[in-house]
Structure formats: C-alpha cells, structure tokens
C-alpha cells in the first residue's frame, strides 16, 4: 500500500506516503487514496488533528512526471485523483505536514495544505515545474506568495530552484525546523497537543484563518465575531474557563 492510515492515541491520525522509487510521485493512485483517507478521518469524531508524512528520505517530488509526459489537455482534464486536492482543501481538522528530504512541485503544495510545516534540516522545498514546461497546478503560484510574499516566491517559481529548510523557514514556508531524525516525532507530539485542545476551537481557528484571508478585514473581522460568540454555546468553553478558575486541568468533552 502506496498511501496508508494509521490511527494514533490521543486522536492523531497519521497519513505516509511511501512510494520510494519514485521518490513518492504523486501518481493518481495516491491521489485518489488520499482523497479516500482524507474523506474518511474528515468524518470520523475520533480523529482530532492528523499529521501527514513521506518516507525519511522524501516527502514528494511532485506529480510523477512520467505518467503525464505525454499527456494532452484532455488527459489531464481527465486524469484520477485531482479531487484529493479539493478533499485537502477542504480537511476540516489541523492538519500537520511532516516533511523530510524533498517536497517538490506538487509535493510542496501538498505540504503547504497542511497548517503547520514541521520540516528535518535536510529537506529541500521548491516548485521545479518550469523545468520541465509546466507550471504548478496544485496552489504553487497562490498559497506559496501567500506565505513567503511576491518576491521570494517568484524566484522560487521562476527559476525552480530548491530552497532549504532553514531558509523555508526564515521566509515563512516552514512552521518549525528539527533534526532529520526527530520531524515525525516532534510532528506527532504537535499533533498530539492540539488534539487534546477543544475541536471545535480549533477546527474554528483554521476555517478562520483560511477563509479570512480571502475577504477584506472587516468582513473577516466581522466573522471572527461571531464565530468568537459562537464558542459560548459549546460545552469546552463552560469547561475550559471553569477549570482555569477552579485551577484544575480540563477535561474537554469535544462538544
Ligand atoms: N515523477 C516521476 N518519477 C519521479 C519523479 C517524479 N516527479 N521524481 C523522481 N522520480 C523517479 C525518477 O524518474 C527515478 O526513477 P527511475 O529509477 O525509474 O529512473 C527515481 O524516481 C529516482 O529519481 P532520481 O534518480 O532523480 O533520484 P535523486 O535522489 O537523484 O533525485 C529528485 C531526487 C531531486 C527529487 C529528482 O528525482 C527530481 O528532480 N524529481 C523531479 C522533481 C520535479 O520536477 N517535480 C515537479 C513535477 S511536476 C508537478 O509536480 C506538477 C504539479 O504542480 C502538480
């Protein structure tokens, strides 16, 4: 099994890839597992925050090139697993991508649909898809300028050359650099800690922050609002600031 799901304790959800002689291409195989796997954690109450991995050697090295060489628009227009991108698009839970050696072209924009990048100091981001004629088709030209800024992106898409951990991180591509050998454990823990915080909290938090950054301020200010008035109806709110003033640990229900 090329893509496969592992239920962690603590409501963790661990997704790999593992297709190392292909340096995990995405081929429509894995696409469409992904969308399968997506889908399912999406609607499983159990999973609370999911943590998504390749090998220690790869995350992705992007579309797998051989099975498009020869492709026409048609075929691509055609071609299984594209819905993986809209089912990670719209994965309503905190999504971790733990990221070792490369993640390139629509492997990079696999890991920027997560919403924290724990990569190991060896890994390598970048969009080389102009080498090869292309362009990204998979959020590249979007969601990397909304996380490093014009500049740093163009280069990044213009000359499609890779940029390193540490430099990812300086420019905001990365939430956090660690040691090749700690990226999956220290992305499990993450995990592990927002999965023990209020879901509902943090599944507010994140469709804020998506769907914030697409409005002007004072709408996004406005749906904040509300969503922030919304959290009096849930039951973790009652808990969460009860046990802070009775000085006791929480016990959040989900609900
Ligand atoms: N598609 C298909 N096969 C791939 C692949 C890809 N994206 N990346 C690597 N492979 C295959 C190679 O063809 C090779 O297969 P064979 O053994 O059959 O020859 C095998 O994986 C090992 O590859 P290398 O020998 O090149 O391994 P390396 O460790 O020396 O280099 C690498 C690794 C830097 C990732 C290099 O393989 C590489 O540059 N890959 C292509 C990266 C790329 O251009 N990605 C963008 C693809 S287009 C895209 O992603 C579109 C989109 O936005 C959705």
Not at 29 to 47: G, K, P, T
Not at 224 to 240: H, I, P, S, V
Request: glycine fraction near 10%; hydrophobic fraction near 50%; charged fraction near 25%.
């Amino acid at each position: 099994m090329e893509v496969t799901l592992e239920c962690r304790p603590g409501n963790v959800a661990l997704v790999r890839i593992d297709r190392p002689e292909a340096r995990n291409a995405l081929n429509g195989a894995i696409r469409e597992r992904l969308a399968e796997i997506f889908a399912e954690i999406a609607a499983d109450d159990s999973v609370r925050c999911a943590v998504l991995a390749g090998t220690d050697k790869v995350f992705a090295a992007g579309a797998d090139i051989k099975a498009m060489a020869e492709a026409e628009p048609i075929d691509m227009m055609n071609r299984p697993g594209d819905r993986a991108w809209k089912v990670l698009k719209e994965f309503p839970k905190p999504l971790i991508a733990a990221v070792n050696g490369y993640a390139l072209g629509g492997g990079c924009e696999l890991a920027m649909h997560a919403d924290i990048i724990v990569a190991g100091e060896g890994a390598r981001f970048g969009q080389p898809e102009i080498k090869v004629g292309i362009i990204p088709g998979a959020g590249g030209t979007q969601r990397l300028v909304r996380a490093v800024g014009k500049f740093k992106a163009m280069k990044i898409l213009l000359t499609g050359d890779f940029v390193s951990a540490r430099d990812a991180e300086a420019m905001g591509l990365v939430s956090e650099v660690v040691p090749d050998g700690e990226v999956l454990d220290r992305a499990l823990a993450l995990a592990g800690q927002i999965a023990a915080l209020p879901p509902i909290a943090a599944r507010t938090i994140k469709e804020l922050v998506l769907q914030g950054g697409d409005l002007s301020l004072d709408s996004a200010l406005l749906l904040e609002r509300n969503a922030f008035r919304l959290m009096f109806g849930t039951a973790d709110q009652k808990e969460g600031m009860r046990a802070f003033l009775e000085k006791r640990p929480p016990a959040f229900s989900g609900r």
